[in-house]
């Protein structure tokens, strides 16, 4: 199994334009996760999905949007990039059952805005 | 707002010290996890308490649970050099959906 896959793993943007990063999943985990880590802040939560065809807003959702349409995937846009979103992204899963809630990580993906 | 605040935001210490870094929280959490990230890596789970008051350990690592379930702590005793990375707290109120604390940022001199 490879785990938790995230795609791209570096990108450059310029401002405005924009792109989608992927999350890919192989443990067939009901939940789902966008963070972001900047440096001092931690992980804050961007948007994140309990199941397929379901998203909601977390900490930190403003600029992004998100897609679950396939169980297995977790789409990550940015329709107009800002230089505030240059960041490192994490995509996370977790299996959802009762209180064994251990987040998986992918290997996160360095994006910068110019 | 940060919804889980951890201290220290760095930690030096002698290899062979102990190490103690702490979460809290305003509001109750249903669950609250640990990880680890090593530089330039990605967080790694450690351990998940659930219980008011738990106590567990991990060889040299004890991780506790406050009983009010607000705060808990990481407690590292005698570290070597490789316990060097950062460390995460992530409390959840519905115990799917989890917010980081700020991370301790630990470094081991040899």
């Known amino acids: 199994n490879a785990g938790v896959t995230q795609t791209p793993k570096f990108r450059v943007l310029k401002t405005g334009q924009s792109m989608t990063l992927l999350c890919a999943q192989d443990?067939?985990?009901?939940?789902m996760y966008w963070y972001r880590q900047d440096p001092g802040m931690g992980l804050r939560l961007i948007h994140y999905?309990?199941?397929?065809?379901?998203?909601a807003k977390g900490e930190v959702p403003d600029g992004y949007n998100v897609s679950r349409l396939k169980k297995q995937n977790f789409l990550l846009g940015l329709e107009s990039a800002a230089p505030s979103q240059t960041s490192v992204y994490f995509c996370?899963?977790?299996?959802?059952?009762?209180?064994?809630?251990?987040?998986?990580f992918g290997e996160g993906s360095r994006l910068t805005v110019l | 707002g940060q919804q889980v605040m951890q201290i220290p935001q760095y930690q030096h210490v002698q290899e062979g010290e102990d190490f103690t870094t702490y979460c809290n929280s305003s509001?109750?959490?249903?669950?609250i996890q640990w990880y680890k990230q090593r530089p330039g890596g990605h967080p790694v789970f450690l351990i998940q308490?659930?219980?008011?008051?738990e106590v567990k350990k991990q060889k040299r690592l004890t991780f506790q649970f406050g009983e009010a379930k607000k705060n808990s702590s990481l407690h590292i005793t005698a570290t070597q050099t490789t316990d060097v990375g950062t460390y995460f707290c992530?409390?959840?109120?519905?115990?799917?959906?989890?917010?980081f604390g700020s991370g301790t940022k630990l470094n081991v001199k040899p």
């Open positions: 443990m067939n985990h009901e939940y």
């Open positions: 509001t109750t959490l249903s669950n």
């Open positions: 996370a899963s977790n299996p959802a059952q009762g209180n064994t809630g251990e987040l998986f």
């Open positions: 308490l659930v219980k008011s008051g």
């Open positions: 999905s309990v199941g397929e065809g379901t998203t």
């Open positions: 992530a409390g959840a109120r519905n115990f799917n959906k989890f917010y």
